[in-house]
């Protein structure tokens, strides 16, 4: 079929737009295409297409997500009219704990405000008895359907073009014709599939597996052994580019990064010293987590998400290395929005205005795969570690403008910063100086202790 770019393609009155899938890109996508159209005093029909039900329990409304939420976006949502009420939050986490074979540290909030927030995807992980816990994917598609959104909770089974739109197959609404459609399917290879067809020069993100998994203790053990601490381990284990432990209610979430999780390398972790001392003594690990799955994540961003009258978004176009899923799903999802609502539905629209914010993230990243190979430099060397936990222990002892590499960590782990910014930080020589100088005096005195720990060993009684 003959491409439609040349052609005048935008929304009017009466326009229709289809979102298929309503996690937090797609519902950030619909929640400013209505906004920005109710600024132009556009009638649209925006329907939103989930096969997930966010109010249940377990995996029929989990999102598969470690859920954390920076401070960053805590506040450009905010700037947006996006308030995300108090019972979405689990727990707001205010420092991080650092673990290294060497030891561990706390490393402080930069400004002393609480910085990032864990929160739950769905309602609540498997086995869970408690119906308190609240979903932040449903209270977004709960902002979209204030502003309009009909929620149609059904699995799409077919996409295909016409000359003036796309239409949509369902089980229940077997076809429907719509403007444009939105992409916001996350990475299932199976619907991705679908869109090769209405979209030609997609090509799909590259993934690697994952693992999360819910621990479940008493409210007074994670009270008592995480606090409002998120627990960051840099160990020299294989295939791990990131491991956390993040406090949720009477949970503990498990997120482990890198590349081809599988069980073997979960059970390392788990098994490890570090992490089994986090938590009670007598906690057997593999039994108190009811809920795991081993879910992926984008590792290298799609090419060409769009055609006429069809955008991807979110996971589906690109995300960011490692971290801030949601934090991309906004980013992508608003400016999506923003094209279609002022420019038009073309692919002449999106190359022009939806392009460059992907090819933003995308070469973000880029610094970010060099930012994760020197982590696991780092993680492999137990001299660079030993001299990155002195300079991390020594600054949090100092005033909050002179924590340099602490900074650089926050930023690292909570996504409040984009790569290249904390590329330049790190490059910084004074950084680099005091991260020197510190390697070679933490392992001096690492070494002087552990040779007056031999003498008295070998020294008779």
């Not at 621990?215 to 627990?231: A, K, R």
Request: with cysteine; glycine share 8%; charged share 20%.
């Amino acid at each position: 079929m003959a491409s439609q770019s040349h052609k005048k393609i935008e929304i009017t009155d009466g326009s229709s737009i289809a979102v298929i899938g309503g996690g937090p890109s797609g519902s950030y996508f619909s929640y400013f295409a209505l906004e920005f159209a109710s600024r132009y005093d556009l009638e649209i029909t925006l329907d939103i297409y989930e096969a997930k039900n966010f109010t249940k329990i377990g995996a029929g409304g989990c999102n598969h997500c470690g859920g954390v939420i920076s401070e960053s976006l805590v506040q450009k949502l905010a700037t947006d009219g996006i308030v995300i009420p108090s019972e979405i939050i689990q727990r707001g986490i205010n420092t991080y704990t650092l673990h290294v074979e060497q030891g561990e540290t706390v490393i402080d909030t930069p400004s002393h405000e609480q910085r990032i927030a864990s929160v739950f995807r769905g309602c609540g992980p498997k086995g869970c008895l408690d119906n308190s816990y609240s979903s932040f994917d449903n209270f977004l598609l709960g902002l979209c359907k204030k502003k309009g959104a009909n929620l149609i909770l059904e699995k799409i089974t077919k996409v295909t073009r016409a000359s003036d739109g796309i239409i949509i197959n369902s089980k229940k609404h077997k076809e429907k014709k719509y403007d444009l459609i939105v992409g916001a399917v996350g990475l299932s290879t199976k619907t991705l599939g679908m869109f090769k067809s209405i979209c030609p020069h997609y090509i799909a993100p590259k993934i690697t597996r994952t693992y999360i998994s819910e621990f479940l203790l008493e409210q007074n053990e994670v009270d008592t052994n995480f606090g409002n601490s998120m627990h960051v381990f840099l160990l020299n284990l294989p295939n791990i580019t990131f491991g956390a432990l993040i406090p949720k209610g009477e949970y503990v979430t498990l997120v482990l990064l890198g590349k081809d999780i599988d069980k073997e390398t979960v059970e390392n972790f788990i098994s490890s010293e570090q992490v089994k001392g986090c938590f009670p003594k007598n906690l057997k690990l593999k039994d108190a987590a009811p809920c795991k799955c081993y879910p992926y994540i984008n590792v290298k961003a799609a090419k060409t998400p769009f055609a006429d009258r069809v955008v991807l978004i979110g996971d589906s176009a690109s995300s960011k290395l490692y971290k801030n899923g949601i934090g991309a799903a906004y980013i992508t999802g608003r400016a999506a929005a923003k094209t279609v609502i002022f420019e038009g539905i073309s692919n002449k629209n999106f190359l022009k205005t939806y392009r460059p914010i992907c090819r933003d993230l995308n070469l973000d990243n880029h610094v970010g795969k060099f930012i994760f190979f020197a982590t696991r430099i780092i993680q492999k060397s137990k001299v660079l570690k030993t001299g990155l936990l002195h300079m991390v222990i020594q600054e949090q002892k100092k005033g909050t403008d002179k924590r340099f590499m602490s900074s650089v960590l926050w930023d690292t782990f909570t996504g409040s910063a984009d790569y290249r910014n904390i590329l330049l930080r790190f490059l910084n020589p004074k950084l680099l100086l005091h991260f020197i100088w510190s390697i070679i005096s933490a392992n001096l005195t690492y070494k002087n202790f552990k040779y007056h720990e031999k003498q008295e060993a070998r020294t008779p009684l």
